[in-house]
């Protein structure tokens, strides 16, 4: 197989159609409800299990324009007056947790902003958030602070404070550094801000920097696709992640193609996945390895503490409107919209809108799926935690994948393939409990 053919073997989907691929999460966020908030909001009296890390999201859900695939909440028309009640409802919502026993005593060991577009909102409101969100948790052990990043939201001076707030990894959406292609896609920026902005990112010398990409934009093409590929190894980034485009239910793109616009073209996957499998192989001989089935690093010894955290069964706190947590056996997210997220705060509750009870089969299953996409698993460790050797668990389906040669098994790892890696997600379904198959991630 060269470069520029994509595989065919063990093929889950071709075309893209309109609907989650990306698994984020154990079970689906449609199966959850507003049934457990009780439960969730009774757990935060009792003690954590012990040795379990603790980190924070806080969703900054500002942006200057909605890309059309994307299906976050974000918001673009907000005023600073309207930013600042949020900042505040947010450092609020932090104070609603403060001194609970199930995270009493406990540091945080990573903190991660996302957005929406964390760099939209000016030095001031960054302040006054930090400050008082140090009031409120303790950030003397944070290990690793991740900052997302729009070029055209930055400035040297903001650079200089995100950097003084003690941020350790940088993460800039790039996604693409063709100007059409950029604008085809709803992006804010163009690529002379890339450039612009990264002399002063090298110059403050942040721990890492991570720069995504986006394989399969509207307009794509493999020439372009090369060109990106290769504008991103001039810049040696610590990190680059790379992922494949899709269309959940609530993007621009997938309602132009569900109203039947005809034309929209949309890579289909073997293409995004021969894309994707270029970026692996140039990179590779740019001297990065593989860190996930998304991400490569420099040095192999460079880490995401954020995901492996979260992959490996850690409690977060996630702040911010529609945001996301975990503490212990429950998963559960916070109101969807604004007026009703800043309408709980006001009134001293949790802005909890939907959650889910997990079982030991639930927990296990949540570790093992989203360990399997940093490439390799060890069996012993989820019989070591579990009590459940998983080889046996799911040894059909692992057969399965082997006869596709999409992963192999031994006595002491499960190895997904170069394929296997490529698509992942569209294997992890595969694992799911009969009852939460064709569940939704949106």
Known sequence: MTRAEPATSGIRAKETEVGSVFVSNYPPFSFWSAEAIDDVVARLDEPAEPGTPLGLYVHIPFCRKRCKFCYFKVYTEKDSGEIAAYIDGVCREAELYAGRRALADRPLGFVYLG?????????????????????????????????????????????????????TRLSLGVENFDDEILRANGRAHVSKEIYRVMPWIEELDFDQLNIDLIAGMIG?????????????????????????????????FSADLMSGDDELEVADWPTKRAWHDYAIERLSEAGYHVSSAYTMVKDPSCRFVYRDALWHGADLIGLGVSS???????????????????????QGRLPIARAFETGNEERLTREMILQLKLGEIEPQSFEEKFGVDITERWADEWKRLEEEEMLAVDDDSIELSRQGLLQVDSLLPNFYAERYRGGRYT
């Open 115 to 167: 957005g929406g577009t964390p760099s939209y909102i000016s030095v001031k409101h960054l302040e006054v958030l930090l400050d008082r969100l140090r009031s409120s948790f303790d950030w003397s052990e944070v290990e690793e602070f991740t900052f997302e990043c729009e070029p055209g939201t930055l400035t040297r001076t903001k650079l200089e404070a995100i950097r003084a707030a003690g941020v």
């Open 220 to 252: 794509e093409s493999w020439e372009t696709w090369k060109d990106s590929v290769d504008k991103t190894i001039e810049l040696a980034p610590d990190s680059v992640t790379i992922y494949q485009m899709e269309l959940p239910y609530n993007t621009r």
């Open 324 to 346: 996301f947590s975990h503490l212990g056996e429950f998963h559960f997210q916070n109101s969807s919209s604004w007026v009703p997220y800043l309408e709980a705060i006001d």
